[in-house]
């Protein structure tokens, strides 16, 4: 099983709407989580940490669940932009090196 | 500011021939990763340094790969010899050292091993 899982999509939505990612993690030991954001033939760059009670940026909002081991990103109002992959990230306690999820496509479409 | 540098961008060879690979970290952190990125694999960590010692070497695929940083602002990674299965973009990233693991990552290498 691998620590890190992601629906790999791809997800299709029209401009304008709400789109919802989940991942789950399975090593409980997890203490820091992120989602990064990769465009096409990119590097990877961090989007926003997530954090226990949730957090929110603009129109990107983020949800740990520890309970369930799974990290939500939702996205509203998405813009053409937002086209990417999705890469969900987590950090296990005493240990420097990340885990990356094998990311989720996303296509915003006109 | 200057990000995360790599070189070269592509690099195209042919089977059995050594590829090396560089990377100059951000100036000030101090802690440098190696990635290789594939369609089937997705991001895999393949080594990583703090102040220039390796730390943790566990995802170097074999021994036919191999890291060196000689000092803060320079890394290598080599490959010798390169097989057809090693085509892929390599990713170098920094950060630094226990501020909440932010990485910070190059534009990466896209090698092609015929």
């Known amino acids: 099983r691998k620590e890190v899982e992601q629906d790999p999509g791809p997800f299709n939505v029209p401009e304008g709407a709400t789109v919802a990612f989940n991942c789950t993690y399975s090593?409980?030991?997890?203490?820091?989580f992120f989602w990064y954001r990769q465009d096409c033939r990119k590097e990877p760059k961090l989007l926003m940490s997530v954090y226990s009670s949730g957090n929110e940026d603009g129109r990107f909002t983020a949800q740990l669940n520890r309970a369930s081991q799974y990290i939500s990103l939702l996205i509203r109002d998405s813009k053409l932009s937002d086209s990417a992959t999705y890469l969900c990230?987590?950090?296990?306690?005493?240990?420097?090196?990340?885990?990356f999820g094998q990311g989720t496509r996303l296509t915003i479409n006109p | 500011d200057a990000g995360v540098i790599q070189s070269p961008r592509h690099e195209v060879t042919e089977m059995g021939q050594e590829v090396t690979l560089r990377c100059k970290p951000i100036?000030?952190?101090?802690?440098l990763f190696w990635y290789r990125q594939t369609m089937m694999r997705g991001l895999e960590l393949l080594i990583y340094f703090n102040n220039n010692v390796p730390i943790d070497d566990s995802g170097m695929p074999e021994d036919r790969f191999s890291a060196k940083m000689p000092n803060a602002s320079f890394s290598t990674l080599k490959i010798q010899p390169s097989e057809p299965r090693d085509s892929a973009v390599y990713f170098c990233a920094s950060s630094i050292t226990g501020t909440g693991i932010e990485q910070y990552f190059g534009p990466g290498t896209r090698l092609t091993v015929t």
């Open positions: 990230v987590v950090n296990t306690q005493g240990a420097q090196k990340l885990v």
């Open positions: 100036s000030g952190h101090n802690s």
């Open positions: 090593n409980s030991a997890s203490q820091s």
